[in-house]
């Protein structure tokens, strides 16, 4: 009865191991992109700095500015509204 309990622990504790390392890897998605998607200024643009935390009324950063350029309701969505798009469901 003991050495049952004994086996079903150990080989409940093999499993837990080795559960992680059997799950095929997600596709990562890329950290940056290489361009900027327009009017989605959200996304992460390789060639600049990185973004600090927004806060609503902060001063837009550069990456907002050159993907709402020429859009001033996109530029003011993402000021006042963060996380808000203006076309909905545009996040690559």
Sequence with gaps: MIFTKLALVGVA?????????????????????????????????????????????????AGALIACRHNPICLSYYVNYPGTLIVPGYRP
């Design 13 to 61: 504790a093999v499993s837990l191991t080795l559960a992680p390392a059997s799950t095929p890897p997600a596709a990562a998605a890329p950290a940056c992109t290489n361009g900027v998607v327009p009017l989605n200024p959200y996304v992460v643009n390789c060639g600049l700095p990185p973004r600090k935390t927004q806060v609503i009324g902060a001063a837009p950063d």
